[in-house]
């Protein structure tokens, strides 16, 4: 920049302004609009390149583009000659981080850090001509700092965050806290409302209530806390890979699982058995949000995993779930029929769930009555009548469908085919005019046969009934951010042949990995769908012994296209990895 910061020298907004200007970043229009709206009364201060992000001023050397907080934050790290860091929260260590300084230090002087080591500490900053605070770190740390510079308000968001969760932690360290047993808390618990809890268990209903953020920010669509012998450990499972959280210390941990509990409706003073239980979260944006606990106890103590339910599954449209053309217009020509069987099938953590409720909330018309039965209920939809199984008191799968059955349904859902009873009600209301969807584990789809045959259904009601079978995987998107094009060699595309009939690609993109996805190259993930529509040529086929391989080559020539074969077209699409599309799909 082009002035000589002395100690101490605070950023200004004029000098920012200019050295903007004069560096092609900023038209002259643009930069008096920024410096008249700087002149005007703010009550409450922010830092300079917020101000200017706010603007959303035309940035003329990239092609129109604003100057939004990342862009001016990586360019004032340029002009500093300091390093540029975009913190990823889920590789901070809180604990440590919270303990170098006091939050009203960090917060003074606009800093944050972001690592430590025996050999240095790393220091994320916002001022970098302020430096005194150095000194007395130093002093207080006995190790070389290392500065970065970093987004505003990224320091002083997770600033705020987390020495409030670290506080929250050492209180209830502290008070050795056990989280109350009583059994008529709240189920709808609502984040961010700075609600005012009995003082014995403050902290645990903060460190929960910090939980729960952190997840939906970070995306998680599931939640571990385990329990051992020293401290306890949350991990959050994001895009299908497990990242480690935070170490709780052991009575925490059980204070944690104990309020987890309470909020579920789950028994807290049973810890010898296995439990479920769900709660709904409101967040502070107001979106409702579903979560499925269970419980499991171990060496250590109770293990808890939460998956969350995003009640934005039951909005996607099938191209957001990754459905091509092809797909969509084969699985409604299924989900159109007024009576028969529709399966879905794949391995735990496939996306069936999603599949099946975004299905089901595009049937639930004002006309039609739509009844689920499911082990638990997923998601609350109050398009829906939902029922769950309930063992204990002889509510079983088939019991249900019966008692569904008097409830004049047009569609009924299934959460699982286990069974020969449930397969038999099933097929029951099936042949009584009732379309009924539902779930089973198989590899593919023409495997569906095979294993409701091996449940003991008869041949001749699987060809009266079943329409069809979509088989699914969930593969890793690529990063769009870090994504990168390379070479394809003729041997790369073998484990599709030869069955792959389109055209080989060139090219194809790969995993290079970026902080936007955390170096791991991919970001969301995408279905890819195998679908059988059952006819004449595939019904013939089925018999008390089954030639899957004939079923399958049958469906194929009827225009199913393989799992393996429907990932390979999103790598030609650029949309995926060859690695990942062969990790996910079977090969046959």
């Known amino acids: 920049m082009h002035f000589a910061p002395s100690r101490d020298h605070w950023l200004d907004l004029k000098e920012l302004v200019t050295a903007l200007l004069a560096q092609g970043h900023l038209e002259q229009d643009g930069a008096e609009q920024a410096l008249s709206a700087g002149r ?10 917020v101000f200017l992000a706010r603007q959303q001023l035309v940035d003329p050397s990239r092609h129109g583009k604003t100057l939004d907080l990342e862009t001016l934050t990586a360019w004032l790290a340029d002009q500093c000659q300091q390093p540029y860091m975009r913190i990823d929260p889920l590789k901070i260590d809180v604990a440590t981080i ?56 990224d320091i002083q968001r997770l600033n705020a965050e987390f020495f409030q969760l670290a506080k929250s932690v050492n209180g209830a360290t502290l008070n050795d806290q056990k989280a109350s047993s009583q059994a008529n808390l709240e189920q709808l618990l609502t984040l961010g409302s700075n609600q005012a809890p009995d003082a014995n268990d403050a902290h645990i209903v903060n460190i929960v209530d910090w939980l729960f953020q952190y997840a939906f ?5 599931d939640i571990h806390i385990e329990p051992r012998r020293e401290q306890g450990g949350v991990r959050f499972r994001i895009d299908g890979v497990l990242h480690n959280v935070y170490q709780f210390p052991v009575q925490v941990t059980v204070a944690v699982v104990s309020r987890l509990k309470s909020l579920g409706r789950m028994n807290v003073a049973e810890k010898r058995k296995p439990q479920d239980g769900r709660v709904k979260i409101r967040t502070p944006a107001g979106a409702e949000v579903e979560l499925r606990l269970a419980t499991l106890p171990t060496a250590f103590g109770e293990k808890m995993v939460m998956r ?27 989900t159109r029929q007024p009576h028969g069987i529709i399966l879905i099938t794949g391995p735990t953590g496939s996306g069936k769930t999603s599949t099946l409720y975004a299905t089901l909330k595009q049937l639930a018309t004002a006309q039609i009555n739509l009844c689920t039965l499911e082990d638990p209920i997923e998601m609350i939809e109050p398009a829906f009548n939902q029922m769950q199984v309930q063992p204990g008191i002889d509510l079983t799968f088939a019991s249900g469908v019966r008692a569904l059955m008097r409830q004049d349904p047009d569609i009924i859902m299934l959460g699982e085919i286990r069974d020969l009873e ?21 590899n593919d789809a023409p495997s569906a046969i095979s294993r409701l045959q091996e449940l003991g259904v008869a041949p001749y009601l699987i060809k009266a009934t079943l329409l069809g079978v979509m088989a699914q995987r969930l593969v890793k998107t690529l990063c769009p951010e870090c994504k990168s094009q390379t070479p394809l060699m003729p041997d790369d595309w073998q484990g599709f042949a030869p069955k792959w009939s389109g055209p080989t690609p060139g090219h194809a993109c790969r995993a290079t990995g970026c902080v936007v996805c955390r170096d791991t190259g991919y970001l969301g993930r995408a279905g890819v769908y195998e679908i059988m529509q059952m006819n004449d040529a595939l019904r013939a086929l089925i018999s008390p012994r089954t030639d899957l391989n004939a079923v399958r080559r049958a469906a194929c020539a009827e225009g199913m296209l393989p799992l393996r074969l429907a990932a390979a077209n999103k790598v030609a699409a650029g949309m995926t990895t060859l690695e990942e599309a062969l990790r996910v799909t079977p090969a046959y």
Request: no cysteine; glycine share 2%.
């Open 98 to 153: 919270t303990g170098l300084m006091s939050l009203a230090f960090a917060q003074r002087h606009e800093i944050f850090a972001v690592a430590a080591d025996q050999q240095s500490i790393t220091i994320a900053s916002t001022q970098p001509w302020v430096t005194s605070w150095e000194t007395d770190l130093k002093q207080v740390l006995k190790r070389p700092i290392k500065r970065v510079i970093a987004n505003p308000l």
């Open 308 to 334: 969350i339910f995003d009640p934005q599954v039951l909005l996607k449209s099938f191209d957001q779930l990754g459905f091509t053309p092809q797909d969509l217009q084969r699985w409604q020509h299924m």
């Open 40 to 49: 005007q009364p703010h009550h409450v201060p922010v830092h300079p390149l």
């Open 217 to 221: 920010e970070q995306r998680a669509s």
């Open 422 to 442: 449930t397969a038999e009600v099933a097929i029951q209301a099936a042949l009584t005019g009732h379309l009924v969807l539902s779930t089973l584990h198989t």
